[in-house]
């Protein structure tokens, strides 16, 4: 059974970092997808960023040059860096699964839920 756990969230003030990570179980890194979504209140879940089983990085325009994903495939993990925060990032954030190498641009039907996600909030 698959299992995602996201964490690095809380308060950090805008021009700000966090790093979040994705901890993955009962799936092995080098065979899927992995992608970075957010949900802000009222609004859709909106697709950032993934890493494909290969390595291979996309980014969605609201993520290009701020945020960077990585993974490490032994450690079971895909992380998010995001830097230089402003308050409309400010929304809960989800890893999820999709097949080993997606092609963007992110759709969310073509993800699994992921896991409980991991509130980031952008404020002064």
Known sequence: QMS???SGGGLVQPGGSLRLSCVVAGLSLEYYTIG???QAPGNEREGLSFITGSGRKYYEDSA???FTISKDNRKMTVWLQMDNL???D????YCAH???E???PMKKNEFGEGG?????TVSS
């Open 4 to 6: 995602f756990v996201e």
């Open 36 to 38: 970075w979504f957010r």
């Open 64 to 66: 290009k040059d701020r």
């Open 86 to 88: 402003k308050p409309e």
């Open 90 to 93: 400010t929304a809960v954030y």
């Open 98 to 100: 999709s097949y080993r």
């Open 102 to 104: 997606y092609i963007g």
């Open 116 to 120: 409980q996600g991991t509130l980031v």
